[in-house]
T-cell receptor
Framework: AQSVTQPDIHITVSEGASLELRCNYS??????LFWYVQSPGQGLQLLLK??????LVQGIKGFEAEFKRSQSSFNLRKPSVHWSDAAEYFC???????????FGTGTRLQVFP | NAGVTQTPKFQVLKTGQSMTLQCAQD?????MSWYRQDPGMGLRLIHY???????DQGEVPNGYNVSRSTTEDFPLRLLSAAPSQTSVYFC????????????FGQGTRLTVV
């Protein structure tokens, strides 16, 4: 069965610092991987996705993520965090032979000035 | 350019009452899903549909019913509300699910007292 683990429940960084949010997945077939962001009181917005090809994918708002098959990971990174990046971030996994999109438990990012 | 529309945004129910959460999308997406979001548990899949007339259970289907009579609409029914169903509910659509970006509604915050 598909599953997604986000080991960090809450992360606090200073504005301007670099960021890495961890995501590990479990799925037997080739996964489709996603990162979504949720601002308070809002729905989810797609940051980036990986289906195939280059394992380093670029997304919106300056985010990027790297797919590492050997580690079953898809970590999200940003070189310099802005105060407006404070939100909850969700990693999700789907695949070509399932109709389900399964989410991790989320990581709440707090940014200090 | 509505995307996915959920109604109502907020609802308070008494234990045992029934209600229907509405979800409509105008993107002609085949796939629609319902998730519930609870603190520390991320988004959990309740039910999903791969097209009109076809529905299936997700991770947490108990206490909820769905139907899909049209491509556009995917209502979620609570037959007898329980306090454990207090949550924020999100509807999502994509084409196809699990393989492309899912578009989310703004959510329905449900409180069962």
């Amino acid at each position: 069965a598909q599953s997604v683990t986000q080991p960090d429940i809450h992360i606090t960084v200073s504005e301007g610092a670099s960021l890495e949010l961890r995501c590990n997945y479990s799925y037997g077939a080739t996964p489709y991987l996603f990162w979504y962001v949720q601002s308070p009181g809002q729905g989810l917005q797609l940051l980036l996705k990986y289906f195939s090809g280059d394992t380093l994918v670029q997304g919106i708002k300056g985010f990027e993520a790297e797919f590492k098959r050997s580690q079953s990971s898809f970590n999200l990174r940003k070189p310099s965090v802005h105060w407006s990046d404070a939100a909850e971030y969700f990693c999700a996994v789907g695949s070509s032979n399932t109709d389900k999109l399964i989410f991790g438990t989320g990581t709440r990012l707090q940014v200090f000035p | 350019n509505a995307g996915v529309t959920q109604t109502p945004k907020f609802q308070v129910l008494k234990t045992g009452q029934s209600m229907t959460l509405q979800c409509a999308q105008d993107m002609n997406h085949e796939y629609m899903s319902w998730y519930r979001q609870d603190p520390g548990m991320g988004l959990r899949l309740i039910h999903y549909s791969v097209g009109a007339g076809i529905t299936d259970q997700g991770e947490v289907p108990n206490g909820y019913n769905v139907s899909r009579s049209t491509t556009e609409d995917f209502p979620l029914r609570l037959l007898s509300a329980a306090p454990s169903q207090t949550s924020v509910y999100f509807c999502a659509s994509s084409s196809p699910q699990g393989r492309t970006e899912a578009f989310f509604g703004q959510g329905t915050r449900l409180t069962v007292v």
